[in-house]
């Protein structure tokens, strides 16, 4: 999806080839989509009463270090699945954008410095 840089990029270059891979990548979001199975809350759940759980969808991720987790309705998850997708491939896009934009900023250094 990314194409190859040029050879000597600026940093405004840079910015714009970011803007213009990312714009199509929201919603997006960084985090994990698990089955958790546990017991139902109503009184005398016959599945439960036979040791068996309830699945249900938990999205897993950090705020502010601590891992929480927020369930998701099962209609909801392709959407949230998607979310997550574009969220790894933004982190892609941005450790990309990190390496292209050294190499713009040193380049750009090494043309002032020749003036």
Request: overall charge positive.
């Amino acid at each position: 999806h990314t194409c190859m840089p040029p050879r000597a990029e600026s940093a405004a270059d840079v910015e714009r080839w970011l803007r213009e891979q990312s714009a199509a990548l929201w919603p997006a979001a960084l985090g994990s989509l698990s089955v958790r199975r546990s017991p139902c809350v109503r009184e005398n759940c016959p599945a439960c009463a036979r040791g068996e759980q309830h699945p249900s969808h938990v999205l897993y991720c950090r705020i502010k270090g601590r891992r929480v987790g927020i369930y998701i309705p099962e209609e909801l998850v392709p959407q949230l699945s998607r979310c997550l997708e574009n969220g790894r491939a933004l982190q892609e896009l941005l450790h990309e954008a990190a390496q292209r934009f050294a190499k713009a900023v040193k380049y750009e250094r090494t043309q002032k410095a020749k003036k």
